[in-house]
């Protein structure tokens, strides 16, 4: 009986030799025997050398350095919980804080990996892509909705987001990242400031008409007019969005450098830690945990009503404020984080980059999608809740125009947040009466 025993690659070929030569000085039986345990040695080193251990070895770390090095990742189980609870009880109020708390690692995760990945792509791309992948959970929460004829929520719930990220999620970087640095005020790019400003205020402006065309009633065809100007108004804010990318990503992107002292000293992104993860394991991250937050995040739309009855909260609010934080829990955390860091001008890219992104691509697509899926959906945000956006824009653009932060300016958007949130709870949607 012969006993074949894996054995080290540099033993290999020390091995094949004490075979060749048991088959040379034995019987012709023993070098079939030989013979057939040589081709099964070659077959094993074989299977052995295509292992892709380089491969798993970087997966097994990239695991460990994103799931397990985060205290905050305890709050995983919630997630799953919230999915079992929908399933197994009527307790719709519970089911809707367990998907609160189950998406708050998800998000400082999503907020980790796009730092990692904003090292390889730069600050301008780098905020472009944490945006586009927080705002990935509003587009499928909004095509979910429209599927499910939810118009009012797919409307207040964006509009949630953008009065979220402006407000909240800026103030709440500026205030950060005033009380870590509150030695001198933190500078940022105010030119690429003042163009989102701008596209804001488009998107105020179309957003506005179609609600004064129906509360004025000074349609050509009543409740068609504002469904036709909204579809042509969001395609006239689409090609803005597309031009806005390409002025900002080709044309003028040296327009967009960070600006990190008082000299205006370009911040030497050289300095920096290097990154944990590369550049594919970045991005397959932000995939993975992005596809994971729209899974919850559905579940929230499901219960939404439930938990308003259970709750005891009006569905505009829950809409305009509580979805919306749990939308944008990515960019708060990614801001805050970045802020903290003394990278404001990818905090501004995240927040004021994220709501421009709401306002003039998610909000637009939402109205083509919901032409092609045969919806009226519009533009008509109702006179309350568009007022409250434009006056909105005002305050954020005053504070951005001086290009500083600090965290008074941090405390006046988050306190302005207040008065939206309470504006919302004393607020009835009076479409819901219709």
């Known amino acids: 009986m012969i006993i074949i025993q894996m054995r080290p690659a540099d033993e290999r070929e020390g091995f094949a030799m004490e075979m060749e030569t048991i088959a040379s000085s034995s019987s012709p039986s023993t070098k079939i025997v030989s013979s057939e345990l040589l081709h099964s040695r070659s077959l094993l080193n074989v299977a052995y050398s295509r292992i892709p251990w380089g491969i798993l070895k970087g997966i097994s770390k990239s695991i460990k350095v994103v799931i397990f090095s985060a205290k ?140 004064v065309l129906h509360f004025t009633r000074s349609e050509v065809h009543y409740g068609k007019s504002e469904v036709a100007l909204s579809r042509f108004s969001s395609g006239v804010m689409l090609v803005a969005y597309a031009s806005y990318l390409f002025f900002q990503l080709r044309s003028h992107q040296n327009s967009y450098h960070p600006i990190s002292d008082e000299e205006g000293h370009i911040e030497d992104s050289d300095e920096d830690e290097p990154p944990e993860l590369s550049q594919w394991e970045s991005i397959s991250w932000l995939a993975v945990l992005t596809l994971w937050i729209s899974i919850l995040s559905e579940y929230l739309v499901d219960v939404i009503e439930g938990a308003s009855d259970a709750l005891n909260l009006p569905l505009a609010f829950i809409s305009v404020i509580l979805l919306p934080i749990v939308g944008n829990a990515a960019e708060h955390a990614s801001a805050i984080m970045f802020a903290m860091k003394d990278k404001l001008d990818i905090s501004l890219g995240v927040a004021i980059g994220s709501s421009t992104q709401i306002s003039m691509f998610v909000i637009p697509f939402t109205v083509v999608v919901g032409w092609v899926m045969g919806t009226q959906m519009d533009l008509n945000f109702q006179l309350f809740e568009t007022a409250t956006l434009f006056i909105t824009v ?32 004393f607020h009835t949607d009076p479409t819901e009466s219709k």
């Open 72 to 211: 905050i990742n305890i709050l995983l189980p919630f997630g799953p919980l919230s999915i079992i609870l929908h399933f197994l009880t009527k307790n719709h109020g519970l089911v809707f804080f367990f998907n609160l708390v189950g998406i708050i690692p998800l998000a400082e995760r999503l907020g980790y990996a796009t730092e990692q990945l904003a090292t390889y792509t730069g600050h301008t791309v780098g905020g472009l892509l944490n945006a586009t992948f927080g705002n990935a959970t509003e587009m499928i929460i909004a095509i979910y909705a429209l599927k499910s004829g939810m118009i009012r929520v797919v409307q207040q719930s964006l509009l949630g987001s953008i009065l979220s990220n402006m407000l909240l999620v800026l103030g709440c970087a500026f205030f950060a990242g005033g009380v870590v640095h509150n030695k001198k005020d933190q500078f940022f790019n105010k030119a690429a400031a003042v163009v989102n400003s701008g596209l804001l205020l488009m998107a105020v402006m179309g957003l506005t008409f179609p609600a």
């Open 394 to 425: 005002l305050v954020v653009a005053f504070m951005l125009q001086e290009g500083t932060a600090n965290y008074f300016k941090g405390l006046m958007l988050i306190l302005c947040y207040f008065i939206v949130a309470a504006s919302f709870y």
